[in-house]
């Protein structure tokens, strides 16, 4: 259903971006079989403190599992669109969650200062992303030494990177990828930013 959903949407908006009056199709429980928000989040290696960067969360589908790992650090969105961003935050108010931060932005220019996060992980975005080489650069320039960049690429999704194609674009741009969970298909690639 996804998939087809968003083709139909791209040959009308001509983009891999889902519009917010359709972020309920984000939100579609049947995700929980591709791969659940909590194993997403177990992904991550956070640790209760961290300041974590989610770039393109949409409707917040794996915000809340993540934000709830970080009970004492910061959870920051960051979205190209802000309707998407007013829905990923009025869903984590309603969870009681306040360790997140909502920013509008663009992912080739973060606007955070260098080097202040531990996290920063993107989910079926990567492949939306226009200008994909700055917008690592962008990552690699927000993280701290030795910080980790997670990208998850999931079956269905129009704009699907393969894992090949994901790693040889990432590592050109300074990152060492440390590992791969899922298989071919449905993945997460965890890379470090060189201490």
Do not use: W
Not at 102 to 110: E, Q, R, S, T, V
Request: aromatic share 8%; with cysteine; glycine share 8%.
């Amino acid at each position: 259903m996804f998939a087809k959903t968003k083709d139909v949407l791209n040959r009308f908006f001509g983009r891999g971006l889902i519009p917010h009056q359709l972020a309920f199709t984000l939100l579609n429980p049947l995700r929980r079989f591709v791969l659940a928000p909590e194993a997403l989040a177990a992904r991550l290696d956070l640790a209760a403190d961290h300041r974590v960067l989610e770039v393109g969360p949409g409707p917040g589908y794996c915000s809340l599992a993540v934000a709830r790992r970080i009970p004492q650090g910061t959870l920051y969105l960051v979205d190209i669109q802000e309707e998407m961003l007013r829905k990923a935050e009025a869903r984590l108010r309603r969870a009681g969650l306040e360790n997140v931060s909502i920013h509008h932005g663009d992912a080739a220019a973060l606007p955070f200062s260098a080097g202040c996060f531990d996290v920063v992980f993107m989910v079926a975005v990567f492949g939306e992303i226009r200008q994909q080489s700055a917008a690592m650069s962008e990552c690699l320039r927000v993280l701290k030494p030795g910080g980790l960049l997670s990208v998850t690429e999931q079956p269905g999704d129009t704009d699907f990177v393969d894992l090949g194609d994901l790693k040889e674009r990432v590592q050109a741009e300074g990152f060492v990828l440390a590992t791969v969970h899922g298989g071919n298909k449905n993945f997460t690639a965890n890379f470090h930013k060189p201490d």
